[in-house]
């Protein structure tokens, strides 16, 4: 490849500064941006004549003549390329995505929420609302302390790691499920100095088998678990029934992956303390969803992985793995198209 043009297609904006850097990993590369919403925006001759493409939520028409032999998502989750007829259609494509890059920023958000069920703050914003002050202010706000809770996370990958190393950090006690206990490799990309790159952190890691077990010790659990068909409906009655009733969930994984049905009831018999979920099997969230009224449910519009850099740092993996693909080197943040992520 060091002695071809390599074509690459762009479907989303990038500063001037970012394309440049993506030029100058080698002479041989060209750059063609293609801002688009739906694949009919993307002309076929620029679809053919790519070798390379990054994408936000759509590729090539199936039947389309393709020179393509890496595609890289803009985004972490795969799922929705996975079932695309393209890449059905080209098994030998390589897919790259830009997981790792907002452990940060959701290993927050998610923390953020494990403190605000813990410190009753839906209950405080109620009575706020109601010009509320509660005589019995004690007992409606005991607190449950991260410092004194148990927490198990569900998929101790990179993002699963960062929760576990700030809760650590509030002196909770760490539970894991993780479908093995191979470290992360030089193949993963990972942000300096966050999450638990020697798998350390966690006082104790379960298999995937074992989760109603582990959910019996917990306190809080936070999903970080990817959507595959494994987990795709993993989460519901049997699991809510094996988790305290002074429990409280956190869902940053992928809506899908939490039966809502057995999730709302469980809210509503207060089979667990409450909820905070950014992810929902359908997105938007339709106004006349029955979670909406959810007791106890904290509901934001998947935005915990939203950040003011996330363009850089994505480009960063992007031009990473450029620089790895002229020189003919293993990609990092590769597929595995059978485990779905």
């Known amino acids: 490849m060091n002695d071809k043009t390599i074509n690459v297609l762009i479907t989303t904006r990038f500063s001037d500064e970012i394309l440049e850097r993506f030029k100058a990993v080698s002479p041989n590369i060209k750059i063609r941006v293609q801002p688009a919403e739906k694949e009919k925006d993307i002309p076929n001759r620029a679809w053919q ?23 890289h998502s803009h985004f972490a989750g ?4 996975l079932e695309d007829p393209f890449v059905k259609a080209h098994p030998d494509i390589v ?19 494990i403190l605000a069920l813990g410190h009753r703050i839906p209950a405080m914003l109620h009575h706020q609302a109601n010009n509320e002050w ?7 706000f005991m607190a449950q302390e991260l410092n004194k809770s148990t927490v198990g996370i569900l998929g101790y990958g990179r993002l699963g790691r960062e929760v576990a190393r700030l809760c650590k950090a509030f002196g909770a006690t760490v539970l894991a499920t993780k479908r093995d206990i191979r470290q992360p490799d030089s193949t993963k990309y990972t942000l300096p100095g966050k999450g638990d790159p020697e798998g350390e952190i966690a006082d104790r890691l379960y298999p995937t088998e074992a989760t109603a077990f582990m959910l019996k010790e917990c306190d809080f659990v936070v999903i970080t678990l990817p959507l595959t068909e494994k987990t795709r409906y993993s989460f519901g009655a049997e699991m809510l029934e094996a988790m305290k009733p002074t429990a409280f969930l956190v869902n940053v994984g992928r809506g899908e992956i939490v039966q809502e049905d057995a999730l709302l009831a469980a809210l509503q018999n207060e089979r667990i303390a409450g909820a905070a979920f950014d992810v929902f099997a359908a997105e938007p969230l339709p106004p ?23 363009k850089e740092k994505a480009a960063a993996v992007f031009e990473e793995n450029l620089r790895r693909f002229i020189e003919k080197r293993s990609l990092m943040n590769v597929v595995n198209r059978e485990l779905g992520y």
């Open 49 to 71: 004549q790519a070798d390379v493409l990054y994408t936000t939520f759509f590729l090539p028409p199936a039947t389309i003549k393709s020179n393509i032999t890496w595609v």
């Open 78 to 81: 795969i799922d929705h390329l």
């Open 95 to 113: 897919l790259t995505n830009s997981s790792g890059i907002h452990v940060a920023k959701i290993g927050e958000y998610a923390v953020g929420m």
């Open 134 to 140: 509660p005589r019995n202010r004690f007992s409606i």
């Open 288 to 310: 006349d969803h029955p979670l909406w009224q959810a007791p106890n449910l904290i509901i934001s519009p998947h935005i915990s992985g939203n950040m003011r850099d996330y």
